[in-house]
């Protein structure tokens, strides 16, 4: 029996998704060649003006309201003159709205920056704009390219995971936007998966959390375990707290895991295990080995284990999906993966592929079973 839930949405918005790409080579027939590489080239100018506003806190200082440009530089602690041809640069990408000369407002792109909107991806944009995920990009990538080394690696000496245990500050940032994933992905992985099936999720690398929760607040029957690196789930319970989560919290327990070493066992065929975009930062090696420890777990309850990952098409990927592999390659030994190279890793972790599950986002859901000694999932 399929897991899949609201098929009918879930096709229409891959329809939509497939226009939305076509849409986005349109520049490329429609600028002149020359004029359009130099966009491309420039492209950067555009992020650098989105991270400094995000730094500023433009976002949150407008608010609900509108200020003069006056007004705004001193609430940000900016030079006047030098803030408004930011902000022109940003109204003409469409961020922020000057609703008169001089005066400007925040809109529906420009909220998104505000600490406190719901849909808020601010410690994403200052996570990827950063000096340490910059710097590998603009120093490193052709050295990376030419050798097949990662260029974090080149350029900090260490691994990427290594780095962010020796650097809380830059650690705090990235749990933070990977917090705001669903602002970006939506909550599709919560209403286009059968979680009613299951009594109890072990999100295994699930940071604080956030996924859990929000299946949580749909399914009161289910429970979630929480399993990650010790310092990123202290005080998890108390974030959680602190931003008013009540009754689907006290459904959630939280234990320090090293998944390359052992995952929390699963209890009966009522568990799910959740490993929700933490793959794809990992070597197929090491996939293999957390893969093997989820199976090993898994074993003897027959639990079922949904692995939540973009899928690479075979051919001729998107400019979005693309560039998620290259965030891989920069930052990591990690890579995003076609559906034969999933079933590769599956295969030699002892694992069987019962079903691929799609959602209205650009992630599916693998929905996977240990295999027993006779051979049966």
């Known amino acids: 029996m399929t897991l899949q839930k609201n098929a009918g949405a879930v096709r229409r918005f ?3 998704a497939r226009f939305g790409a076509r849409l986005q080579n349109l520049p490329n027939k429609l600028v002149p060649p020359p004029f359009r590489l130099i966009q491309i080239g420039s492209a950067f100018w555009q992020s650098r003006a989105l991270y400094v506003a995000a730094r500023l806190d433009i976002a949150g200082a407008l608010a609900d309201d509108e200020a003069s440009i006056e007004t705004l530089a001193e609430r940000v602690a900016a030079d006047a003159d030098a803030l408004y041809r930011l902000l022109l640069m940003l109204v003409a ?3 922020f709205e000057e609703v008169s000369p001089r005066c400007f407002r925040n809109n529906k792109l420009s909220s998104c920056l505000r600490q406190d909107y719901a849909d808020s991806v601010r ?6 704009n950063s000096p340490e995920m910059s710097r590998p990009w603009f120093e490193q990538l052709e050295q990376g390219v030419r050798s097949g080394g990662v260029p974090f ?6 691994a990427f995971y290594d780095y962010l245990d020796g650097n809380p500050e830059f650690d705090a940032l990235f749990a933070q936007a990977m917090d705001s994933v669903e602002a970006v992905a939506g909550d599709s992985f919560a209403t286009d998966f059968d979680w009613s099936r299951f009594e109890r999720i072990i999100d295994v690398g699930g940071s604080k959390g956030a996924k859990s929760l929000a299946i949580l607040k749909l ?3 289910l429970t979630a375990l929480v399993a990650d690196r010790e310092q990123v789930i202290r005080g998890a319970a108390q974030f ?5 989560e009540g ?14 070493q052992a995952v929390p066992k699963a209890h009966s065929d009522k568990d799910i295990y959740l490993l929700s975009a933490v793959l794809h930062g ?8 957390v893969l093997r420890n989820v199976a090993q777990a898994s074993a003897d309850s027959r639990a079922t284990i949904a692995v939540m990952e973009m899928v690479m098409p075979d051919k001729r990927a998107d400019t979005g999906t693309a560039s998620f592999d290259m965030q891989m390659f920069v930052n990591t030994h990690g890579r995003e993966r076609t559906l034969a190279e999933w079933r590769r890793l599956f295969d030699a972790s002892g694992l069987v592929l019962q079903e691929v599950v799609s959602l209205r986002t650009f992630g599916k859901i693998l929905v996977l079973r240990a295999v027993h000694s006779t051979g049966k999932a």
């Open 247 to 260: 009754a689907a919290l006290q459904r959630m327990r939280f234990e320090a895991c090293d998944l390359l």
């Open 123 to 128: 410690a994403m944009v200052l996570m990827h």
């Open 14 to 16: 891959a329809k939509l």
């Open 240 to 244: 959680w707290q602190e931003k008013g």
């Open 282 to 289: 990992f070597d197929d090696d090491t996939c293999v080995t």
């Open 93 to 95: 990408m469409g961020v």
């Open 153 to 158: 690696e080149s350029a900090y000496g260490q």
């Open 219 to 221: 399914h009161p029957q």
